[in-house]
Structure formats: structure tokens, C-alpha cells
């Protein structure tokens, strides 16, 4: 495996020690504080291609990037160097800047439904965006989710999974108002019968539904063709919009999202990570006429003092760039499809539970017999299990998402031979559970 010698976190200890004076948890955002794995995290020191680095001198093979930015590799040669010349011309003008243009087109000639795109800074501000919007075109105020599905911070968005009160949208976090959340309905994943009766019993009250339209968020979940299918049949019938939030899914399961995978065409996308290749920028998109509501187009105020940023834009290019020359999903496929089928084999013949699966570069399993088509059936799986199993990979040179309900992801520099090491780390860790 791609273990060292010994596995020592003498100054991640210390300097997470340190954060936890001087920042909530320690962390700037809370998955990466190891909570419910245990043993805390490695502190990053620096990355490049498929690889990770701590600061006590470990190297990992990184199958979180990130959390699905670095599809290119970290620290990609070409991004950074389009990068360096772009830090001379400045790094924010809060103007119009031809960059825009160029990732726009790439984003309009590649996503199904988007024909305009706006510009933000993260996935969360993309999905702010999308639900205004949503609600702004059709005059509708309530929104259908999935339990278990992830969009972002924003209040109305905090109704969460598995919770009995989810379909109440009742709020998840203290300090959401309750009349955050109360236009949000809630309704199992690959569930769309109970999508149909929210429509029947909310007739002409709701503005849209928004899905992943791959599930990353509740660890990997693939949804079924014929949910999908319904969803854009219910919300067609119901003068509703069909939103795909492709943060993590877009130039991941293909260069066009997982509309393109799927065929089919929603009336908007949000969109972030990959297409800020490794900066931050978020995006929505969709039909013209949608997006020409918003402001100063139209009547829709959504801004921001650095969207669009030169540098931002500049890294979307080169990635997308990247990602879209020959061969580079069949190089997503083929590894990732290697690595979840070698790690159930692995886990099987332990005789562990499990079961996942991958499209392109994007994997997950479960420790449970499955199959999991929703947030309930995921909760089945023995988390317990996880944790020793993210412990026992990263001892080996592993980095996994630290959490049984989150997805991985892999980029074009992981290789064939990062993938035998990660088998054979599995090997190991799969007969000590
Ligand atoms: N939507 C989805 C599907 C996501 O996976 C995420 C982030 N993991 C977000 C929205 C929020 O994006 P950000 O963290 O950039 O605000």
C-alpha cells in the first residue's frame, strides 16, 4: 500500500488542538473535523495530482479532492500557470470582464438546460439564487426536496433527513425561523408517488422541486430512471420548475451534469466546484426565460462583490478545458468502476455487508446489504464499521470522506497503480474490521 512507515500525527494534533481555541470545532466548515469518525483529522500541508500531504509528513491518495473541485488533479500544472498570468491583470475587477464570456459559453454549450448563467461564489449563494428565482417566475412560494439531499446552508434548504417532522419543515438547525422553512416540503428520494400527492394536496402553491440528481449527500445514491421521469412529467403538468442542483454532479458524471447522463433535460441547474476548479464560484442556469428575470435583466435581485472574479473564471476555463479532451470520462469510468467493484469484492469476501456502486468519477458504499434507494434505507448502514474503516484506510495512506453519508470522488491523475495501492490498503483494513 501506499503506507510509510509509521502513521504519526504528532502536528495535526497540535495545530488542530490550537483551532479548536480559535475557531467552532476547529474547522472552517464541520464535516473536516472528523466528528463522526473519531480520532481527529490530518492537518493538509500542501497537494498535488492525487495526492495529499499532511503536515507531519504522511502522503495519502486523496479520493475527496477537495470535495469534487480537483477532478483535474490538485494543484494542476496548466490551472495554475493560466492562473499566474491571470494574478497580473488583477485579482477582482467588479466589472464586466471577458472571462465571463468564455466560461459562460462553455457552461450554456455544455449543460442541457442552461441557455443564460449567473455567476456566484459558492454552491450555497447558487442554490439561494435558484430557489429565489424559482419562486420569483412562477409567483409560488412552497419548494419540494429529498430527505437527505444537501443544498447548501441557506435557511429554507435546513430541512433535513430521516426526521419524522422533515415533511412539517420543521427547522433542523436553531436560529432557521420556522417561516424559513415552511414553504420547504419534504419527500423521499426515488419516491415519486409521494412527490404526486405533495402536488395534489399543494395544487398551484409549488414554485419548483430541487434534487441531486445523483446523490452525494447522503452517501451515494443513484436514482431510479423512471423517478426521474416523473419528476419532470409532475412538475411539467404543474406549471412547476424542475431544478437539478449539480454542484457536485456537473462536469463530474459528464461533461454535461447528470441531465446528460440521465437525458434529461431540467429548467434549471445550479452548479459550483468543478467549475471553479478549485476557486470559489457558483452558478445557476436554465431557460431564458427563466433567467431573464433576474435582476437588472429583470425584477430578481441576486449580486455579489467578487462573482465573476477574473481568477475564478480563469481556473473554470482551464478546467473544463482539461475535462473535456478525449478520454478523460472513459479515465473516470474505468478506475473509479475498479476501485467500488475491488472494495465490495474486498469487503465480501471479509464478509462484510456492503453495497455501492460509481458513475464516472464519482463512488460510495454502504456497510449495509442494501439496496439503498433513500435516506432511510442508508441510515441502515453500520456507521460504527465506517469509522474503523476511514480510520484503518488513512493509517494506510487512504484519505477517504470522513463520513458514511458523504460520496467520493476521484480525478483524471488518480492511476491505475493508486488504485491496486488503494485495493491492497483495503485488503488490510477489510480483514481487521
Ligand atoms: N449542493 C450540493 C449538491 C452540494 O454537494 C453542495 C456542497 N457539498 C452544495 C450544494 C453547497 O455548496 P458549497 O459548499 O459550495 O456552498
Redesign the pocket.
Known amino acids: 500500500a501506499a503506507a510509510v512507515t509509521e502513521f504519526v500525527t504528532t502536528k495535526s494534533d497540535k495545530i488542530f488542538a490550537e483551532a479548536q481555541e480559535l475557531m467552532p470545532g476547529g474547522v472552517s466548515?464541520p464535516v473536516r473535523a472528523f466528528k463522526s469518525v473519531g480520532g481527529g483529522p490530518v492537518v493538509f500541508d500542501h497537494v498535488k495530482d492525487a495526492y495529499a500531504y499532511d503536515v507531519d509528513g504522511n502522503k495519502y491518495i486523496d479520493y475527496v479532492g477537495t470535495?469534487?473541485p480537483a477532478i483535474c488533479g490538485h494543484a494542476n500544472d496548466e490551472v495554475n500557470d493560466a492562473l499566474k498570468l491571470a494574478l497580473e491583470n488583477g485579482t477582482s475587477f467588479g466589472a464586466p470582464c471577458e472571462l465571463e464570456n468564455v466560461l459562460a459559453q462553455k457552461v450554456i454549450d455544455a449543460v442541457p438546460s442552461v441557455e443564460m448563467v449567473r455567476f456566484c461564489n459558492?454552491?450555497?449563494?447558487?442554490?439561494m439564487g435558484a430557489l429565489r428565482l424559482m419562486r420569483a417566475y412562477t409567483g409560488r412560494s412552497k419548494i419540494i426536496k429529498f430527505e437527505g439531499?444537501?443544498?447548501?446552508?441557506a435557511d429554507p434548504f435546513l430541512v433535513q433527513a430521516g426526521s419524522g417532522v422533515a415533511t412539517l419543515g420543521l427547522p433542523d438547525s436553531p436560529g432557521v425561523p420556522d417561516g424559513a422553512t415552511s414553504g420547504t416540503l419534504c419527500a423521499p428520494y426515488n419516491d415519486a408517488a409521494a412527490v404526486a400527492k405533495l402536488f395534489a394536496e399543494h395544487k398551484d402553491e409549488i414554485a419548483g422541486v430541487i434534487l441531486?440528481p445523483v446523490v452525494?449527500?447522503s452517501g451515494f445514491i443513484i436514482p431510479d430512471k423512471e423517478f426521474l421521469e416523473e419528476l419532470r412529467k409532475l412538475t411539467t403538468e404543474n406549471g412547476a420548475v424542475l431544478c437539478f442542483?449539480?454542484?457536485?454532479?456537473g462536469f463530474r458524471i459528464a461533461y454535461g451534469g447528470a441531465q446528460q447522463y440521465h437525458g434529461i433535460t431540467p429548467d434549471m441547474t445550479?452548479m459550483?466546484?468543478v467549475i471553479g476548479g478549485g476557486l470559489?464560484v457558483?452558478a445557476y442556469g436554465g431557460k431564458k426565460e427563466i433567467m431573464q428575470m433576474v435582476a437588472p435583466a429583470g425584477p430578481m435581485y441576486q449580486a455579489g462583490t467578487l462573482s465573476g472574479n477574473p481568477l475564478a473564471m480563469t481556473a473554470g476555463i482551464k478546467t473544463l478545458d482539461i475535462l473535456s479532451r478525449e478520454g478523460s470520462y472513459e479515465h473516470l469510468e474505468k478506475i473509479t468502476s475498479r476501485l467500488i467493484n475491488g472494495i465490495l469484492e474486498i469487503a465480501k469476501e471479509n464478509g462484510h455487508a456492503v453495497c455501492g456502486g460509481s458513475i464516472s468519477g464519482m463512488f460510495g458504499f454502504f456497510f449495509c446489504e442494501g439496496p439503498v434507494k433513500n435516506f432511510q434505507d442508508a441510515t441502515a448502514s453500520d456507521t460504527d464499521k465506517f469509522a474503523r474503516w476511514h480510520r484503518g484506510m488513512l493509517e494506510q495512506g487512504v484519505y477517504l470522506a470522513p463520513s458514511q453519508y458523504e460520496a467520493g470522488f476521484t480525478g483524471l491523475t488518480h492511476t491505475e497503480e493508486d488504485i491496486d495501492a488503494t485495493l491492497a490498503a483495503a485488503k488490510i483494513v477489510m480483514s481487521n474490521l
Open positions: 466548515s470535495w469534487g459558492s454552491g450555497t449563494e447558487a442554490c439531499c444537501y443544498h447548501g446552508h441531486e452525494g449527500n442542483d449539480e454542484v457536485m454532479t445550479t459550483g466546484k470559489p457558483g
